[in-house]
């Protein structure tokens, strides 16, 4: 079993003891800060099966394990040993998946099926083959208070939430997964923790003393006693890489994690992440999601970088979002005018060293075209944060029809970078998804209800559409409905991802790396814009009326409009698109 000798570091404490079931054992303190088991009690403690168990600290508790594997009976309660290596894996032919020229899918886990657990889950895994998913990228699945939530207001990150099924049926999900060769991505959250049942300051100094982030107080990774505080996260980081067989991590928010070493620790993980890859023969992946526009994170080591994998491109999903919906308010004002999206198309950012009038500064850095690949960005039409994070949770089925979702799609999916789809957007899901929690604490619900509302007041909606996060009706709301997909006008649209797909795997300028393959042509007043990659080009025809788009010769391999026919005639050296169309010539 997992932390058998029932060890703990807590630093600043004069007494600390263990408590199994009605009995509390005094532990012995290293040099090290850290408390353990004398020899002479190990034996008596060591059990056939799993224990629950707790951590009494100069007299108060008994504290869930920092460590904890399993939280049963909630994150205010015991903890339960779990033996990680009892679960006999059937992933022996996995060689794993390099994130090159992959299709992610991201999901809640709560909201993707009706039961929301990851044994229903993995009865979906089919599904996500027939539409090219190469890698499952899991919303955070650590231990929470409450019932339903996120994820991002985990407090114990070792422990994966009993509601989902616990860390034997994690296991079981990544065992299913391989089998269909498709990878799993596990979105961990390093950069603060949440609200209620978060006990680790009675352990020791986790927490920084300087100012905190957003969503509250940051981690002590560079004061006294950081190097414990480190070590936490970079062993959580290794638990999902090696006991659970996960190929990859999303790292949320780096831009939030306060660290003033002379090696970030984005860099440290970098490096041992990349010695247990070597380790286990297969590629571990590491995304960061980061606001900074800054390449540095995915810089090799050796060009002093930090030697992250990828990073998410919000530019991207903001210029697609603008040029189909023509919404303006906040953070999209920059994104206006059709010419972003064709930057952000070749150039990877939009704002790389440009004034952001959201931030009221200058923002970002410039990618190197010439020895930067593509596929470093990860990039979605939408994610959970693009629509969780709307007053009413609106994906863009809200307010775009088939043809426009179909253009979105083809952007993402034969664009220069990493794909990235959100549950359900594969067939228009009219679902919304929206933000909601499960505090059982009523000021605390207040608190996030109220918060909630006022960090919209820079996006212009109206607060009355703010949906209460705590009310049962927000999550049962944004759970997908999966009856919708057979429906003919969401069959239809969720063919052609199919088909989109299928060109990814079939023509290798859909996949080709270099930023010099990458050509874009556009008419802002008409509304076209043409994609070149390679040999292949891909028409769009953004607007409601039918155009004649300049594109030479070649084979139409796939297209899709509102209407029955995206062609409606052929020039020499043009294509006739029906209103909101997509075009693909090879």
Known sequence: MNNQEFSVWAPDARAVQVQL????????SRDDGWWELPASARLGVAATGDVDYGFIVDGRGPFADPRSRRQPAGVHAL????????????????????????????????????????EAAAGRLDHLQSIGVDFVELLPVNAFNGTHNWGYDGVLWYAVHEGY???AAYQKFVDACHQRGIGVIQDVVYNHLGPSGNYLPEFGPYLSEDAGNTWGSSLNLDGPHSDP???????????????????GLRLDAVHALRDARATHLLEQLAVEVAALSVETGRPLTLIAESDLNDPRLVTPREANGYGLDAQWSDDFHHAVHVALTGETTGYYADFEPL?????????????DGTYSSFRKRTHGRRIDLERMPTWRLVVASQNHDQIGNRAVGDRLSGQLDT??????????????????????????ATTPWQFFTSHPEPELGAATATGRINEFARMGWDPAQVPDPQDRQT?????????????PEHARLLGFYRALAVLRRTH???????????????????????????????LFNLGAQSLRVPAGGGEVVLSFATGDQAVLGRLPNAVQLAPHSVVVLA
């Not at 959580?236 to 190929?247: P, Q």
Request: proline letters at 4%.
């Open 475 to 487: 999550f049962e709301r944004s759970r997908l409905d999966w009856n919708e997909a057979a429906e």
């Open 508 to 538: 290798p300028d859909f996949t080709d790396p270099r930023f010099g393959q990458i050509a874009v042509a556009f008419d802002a007043n008409e509304g076209w814009l043409r994609l070149h990659r390679g040999n292949t080009k891909t």
């Open 79 to 118: 903890s339960r040993t779990f033996d990680a290596s009892a679960h006999v894996w059937q992933d022996t032919n996995w060689t794993g998946r390099q994130l090159a020229g992959a299709i992610i899918y991201e999901l809640h886990l709560g909201t993707f099926t009706p039961e929301g657990t990851l």
């Open 165 to 167: 099924g616990g860390p």
């Open 229 to 247: 505080v480190r070590r936490y996260i970079l062993d959580n980081a290794l638990m999902w890489l090696g006991d659970y067989h996960v190929d």
């Open 21 to 28: 079931g009605q009995d509390r054992l005094e532990l012995v």
């Open 339 to 351: 010419g972003a999206l064709a930057k952000v198309l070749t150039h990877g950012f939009f704002h």
């Open 403 to 428: 043809g426009q979702l179909a253009i979105a799609a083809a952007l993402t999916l034969l664009g220069p970078y990493t794909p990235m789809l959100f549950m359900g957007e594969e067939w228009g």
